[in-house]
């Protein structure tokens, strides 16, 4: 992308001085006579035209600069959601600090089969977002929120130990509880809690620990936060 875009602008410039030394031949030359007037209008007249061939260039780049960063938030965010995707999920986990503690939260729509299997599918995704939006609006604003797969989302807690993720957890679970659903079933949430370095050095392993806990929080009941145990 660098080398297309000093390619263009050597290009615009190589253009910009054909023009201006075509011009100065044919218009300029023999209108004015003296050597000294004729350098000091040169001059300023290819200031001015490189001045506003730079600025049109700049303009130019800096839209396009801004389209390339809206497309790559674009590629990120989970179009029914809205909350980040699973692609920026994988690549977030890559750049997490080693010497920081952090916790990872896995949460999965309590018998989310049932919404789409007896109300139709859009009452599904409307549920989806309730819960997206409602556990992005608990966390706090230096964690990330993201739509895994399916209906199970995912928690970064950033400088958070496994007792503070598990208060987070537990408002996230009883915010979600009390969400207005009707005329539909009540939704609830289950949720599996692992933290870093507690429960592993790597980072597979901590998603592994959540994963199995949420699967815990299930097999005792739903609707309840579990911790790994490793």
Do not use: W
């Given at each position: 992308?660098?080398?297309?875009?000093?390619?263009?602008?050597?290009?615009?410039?190589?253009?910009?001085?054909?023009?201006?030394?075509?011009?100065?031949?044919?218009?300029?030359?023999?209108?004015?006579?003296?050597?000294?007037?004729?350098?000091?209008?040169?001059?300023?007249?290819?200031?001015?035209?490189?001045?506003?061939?730079?600025?049109?260039?700049?303009?130019?780049?800096?839209?396009?600069?801004?389209?390339?960063?809206?497309?790559q938030k674009t590629l990120q965010i989970?179009?029914?959601?809205?909350?980040?995707?699973?692609?920026?999920?994988?690549?977030?986990?890559?750049?997490?600090?080693?010497?920081?503690?952090?916790?990872?939260?896995?949460?999965?729509?309590?018998?989310?089969?049932?919404?789409?299997?007896?109300?139709?599918?859009?009452?599904?995704d409307t549920v989806l977002k309730k819960?997206?939006?409602?556990?992005?609006?608990?966390?706090?604003?230096?964690?990330?929120?993201?739509?895994?797969?399916?209906?199970?989302?995912?928690?970064?807690?950033?400088?958070?130990?496994?007792?503070?993720?598990?208060?987070?957890?537990?408002?996230?679970?009883?915010?979600?509880?009390?969400?207005?659903?009707?005329?539909?079933?009540?939704?609830?949430?289950?949720?599996?809690?692992?933290?870093?370095?507690?429960?592993?050095?790597?980072?597979?392993?901590?998603?592994?620990?959540?994963?199995?806990?949420?699967?815990?929080?299930?097999?005792?009941?739903?609707?309840?936060?579990?911790?790994?145990?490793?």
């Amino acid at each position: 992308m660098k080398l297309t875009q000093n390619f263009a602008i050597l290009i615009s410039m190589l253009i910009i001085g054909l023009v201006y030394g075509l011009t100065y031949h044919v218009i300029i030359m023999p209108l004015l006579g003296s050597r000294l007037i004729l350098c000091i209008i040169q001059s300023i007249g290819f200031g001015l035209i490189n001045y506003f061939a730079a600025i049109a260039i700049y303009k130019k780049y800096n839209v396009l600069q801004k389209s390339n960063t809206l497309l790559q938030k674009t590629l990120q965010i989970d179009k029914l959601t809205g909350l980040f995707n699973r692609r920026s999920f994988d690549n977030h986990i890559q750049k997490l600090p080693l010497d920081d503690t952090y916790s990872i939260i896995f949460i999965d729509i309590d018998n989310f089969k049932n919404f789409n299997n007896s109300f139709g599918h859009q009452i599904g995704d409307t549920v989806l977002k309730k819960v997206g939006q409602t556990i992005k609006a608990t966390v706090r604003s230096n964690d990330s929120v993201y739509r895994y797969g399916g209906e199970e989302i995912v928690i970064i807690l950033n400088d958070c130990d496994k007792k503070n993720a598990f208060a987070i957890a537990e408002k996230v679970r009883l915010n979600i509880s009390e969400l207005d659903n009707s005329p539909f079933p009540v939704i609830t949430i289950s949720l599996g809690i692992s933290s870093y370095p507690e429960d592993g050095t790597e980072i597979d392993k901590i998603i592994e620990a959540s994963d199995m806990a949420l699967l815990t929080a299930k097999k005792l009941g739903k609707n309840q936060v579990a911790m790994s145990t490793k």
